[in-house]
C-alpha cells in the first residue's frame, strides 16, 4: 500500500521523522489559505517556509501547495493511490484538527514522534525554574555528537 | 494550488512566490537575508561559537553571542536534541555550554505548556501581578512603524521589519515598553511579532509577551537606560535625541516601580 507523508511548518526539514520513515514517498507541504488569509504574516517568513520546503521534499515526488490542508493533502494522496498520511506530531490545537479532517475523510494517519530533548510527559510546572531542576541533568547530557556540519569553508562562503 | 519548485535562483524564487501567495501576507515581497532550509540552518549552527555566551548572550549591539539557530529550531529544520548535542560535542560541558542548554530548554517548556494549554495561551494565564498606570490603549502607530523616537526601541523593529529576527533582549525592551509604558496589551505585541518574526512560534511568543506583562511569571519585567547602555555599548543612546533629556527609561528601578506600577521596587518584585 503507498503512502505519502504531509510536512507542516513544525516540522519541515529533509530530516523529518515521517519523511526519514518513508524514503521513498511523495511528499507535501500547503500553504495553508484559510489561516495565512486571516493571519497575513510578513512575506519574509511565507518565503523562508517555501525555502524550507523545497530543500525537505528535494530527492522526491514532492509537492509545495496554496489551499486547504485537509483537501490539499487528501487529494495529493488520492493522485499517488495512496490511504496512509505519515506525518510528525506537533502540540498545536490546529494540527490535532487536521489531523481529525484527514481521518474523518477516510485517510490513515500515522503520527512520528520528533526527536526528544528531555522525556517530560504530562502538565509542566507554572515556572521554568521549576522546570529547570527537574530536567537539567537530562538536557546537559547529550546523546551523541550531532549532525555532520558543513566544513569551515562553506560556512564563510 | 501546485506551486512551482524548479526555480533556483532566489530572487526568482521570490517574486514567484509573492505572485503565486498574492493575499496571503502583508508587506512588501522581500524575502529575509536569513535563509531557509537544512542547508542553512546546519551553516549557522557550525559558525556559533558558543564559548563567551554566558556573558555575552544579552549583548544586542554592537556585537552579539547569539546562535541566531531559532527560525530553524522553530520550524524543526533542527531540534533541539541536534542543537544541544552538537554544541556540547564541541565546545565541552562548561558554563557557556550549560546557559546555551539552559535557553533551549525555554523552548522546549513554552512547548510543554502549549501543549497542556492549547488555545489558552492566548488568554491571561494568570491574573497580571501588577497592572501598568498607562492608560490602555491600543498599539501607537508610532511603534508600528518604528517611529517612536527611541533608538533602541525604533531600530530593534526596524530590524524585526527587514530581516524578521530580534535579539531576544531587545525583544524584551520593546514588549516592556509596549505594556508598561504605553498601556498596550501583550496580544497586541504579541500579534505584530508574530506576523513578522522568522521563530514566530504561538507559544514561544504569547508566553514570553505574557512572562514580561506577570500573567505568566512572578512580576514584570521592567529596564532602565543604564541596561540599554550596559548590552548596546554605543550604539543606541549615543545616536538618541532623546538622551539629553525626555528618555522614559532613565531612571533608576525604584522610581520606574512607582511611576510604572505606583508600587515600591520591591513591592514590585514581591519582596
Known amino acids: ?157 | 494550488m501546485q506551486l512551482r519548485t524548479d526555480l533556483t535562483n532566489r530572487a526568482e524564487q521570490a517574486a514567484y512566490l509573492a505572485e503565486a501567495l498574492a493575499g496571503l501576507y502583508s508587506g512588501p515581497p522581500t524575502p529575509s537575508p536569513i535563509r531557509g532550509g537544512r542547508r542553512a540552518a546546519l551553516r549557522r549552527l557550525r559558525a556559533f561559537d558558543a564559548r563567551n555566551y554566558a556573558r555575552a548572550r544579552n549583548d544586542v549591539a554592537p556585537r552579539r553571542n547569539v546562535s541566531a539557530l531559532s527560525p530553524y529550531i522553530r520550524h524543526g529544520v533542527l531540534t533541539l536534541a541536534e542543537v544541544r548535542d552538537s554544541i556540547i560535542s564541541r565546545f565541552g560541558l562548561t558554563p557557556d555550554t550549560e546557559k546555551f542548554v539552559n535557553e533551549l530548554a525555554w523552548r522546549a517548556f513554552w512547548q510543554l505548556v502549549y501543549a497542556h494549554l492549547g488555545d489558552q495561551i492566548y488568554q491571561d494565564i494568570e491574573p497580571a501581578k501588577r497592572r501598568a498606570r498607562a492608560p490602555r490603549r491600543s498599539l501607537p502607530p508610532e511603534v508600528v512603524s518604528a517611529q517612536t523616537g527611541l533608538v533602541c526601541i525604533d531600530e530593534s523593529l526596524q530590524e524585526l521589519y527587514t530581516t524578521g529576527y530580534m535579539h531576544n533582549h531587545a525583544r524584551m525592551w520593546v514588549a516592556a515598553y509596549a505594556q508598561h509604558w504605553l498601556g498596550v496589551d501583550w496580544r497586541e505585541g504579541a500579534e505584530l511579532f508574530y506576523r513578522h518574526l522568522l521563530d514566530g512560534d504561538p507559544a514561544s511568543n504569547s508566553l514570553s509577551w505574557q512572562w514580561v506583562g506577570s500573567t505568566f511569571s512572578h512580576k514584570p519585567y521592567i529596564f532602565n537606560r543604564q541596561n540599554v547602555e550596559r548590552f548596546s555599548g554605543d550604539a543606541f543612546c549615543s545616536r538618541c535625541a532623546l538622551a539629553s533629556g525626555g528618555c522614559p527609561f532613565d531612571d533608576s528601578y525604584e522610581n520606574l516601580a512607582w511611576r510604572l506600577f505606583g508600587v515600591s521596587l520591591a513591592e514590585l518584585e514581591g519582596r
Open chain 1, 1 to 157: 500500500m503507498s503512502a505519502i507523508v504531509w510536512l507542516h511548518g513544525d516540522s519541515l526539514s529533509p530530516n523529518d521523522p515521517a519523511l526519514l520513515a518513508n524514503p521513498e514517498a511523495p511528499a507535501i507541504f500547503v500553504f495553508d489559505e484559510p489561516f495565512l488569509a486571516a493571519a497575513q504574516l510578513s512575506f519574509k517568513r511565507l518565503f523562508f517556509l517555501y525555502e524550507c520546503a523545497l530543500e525537505a521534499i528535494a530527492g522526491r515526488a514532492g509537492s509545495i501547495r496554496r489551499g486547504v490542508v485537509v483537501d490539499e493533502v487528501r487529494a495529493f494522496a488520492a493522485e499517488h493511490r495512496a490511504l496512509t498520511a505519515h506525518v510528525t506530531a506537533s502540540v498545536a490545537p490546529r494540527f490535532q484538527r487536521y489531523v481529525t479532517g484527514l481521518r474523518a475523510a477516510g485517510l490513515q494517519v500515522v503520527i512520528h514522534e520528533p526527536q526528544p530533548f528531555v522525556s517530560w510527559r504530562g502538565e509542566p510546572p507554572r515556572r521554568f525554574s521549576a522546570f529547570w531542576r527537574r530536567v537539567a541533568a537530562e538536557a546537559l547530557r547529550p546523546t551523541g555528537p550531532g549532525p555532520a556540519l558543513p566544513s569551515e569553508q562553506e560556512v564563510e562562503s
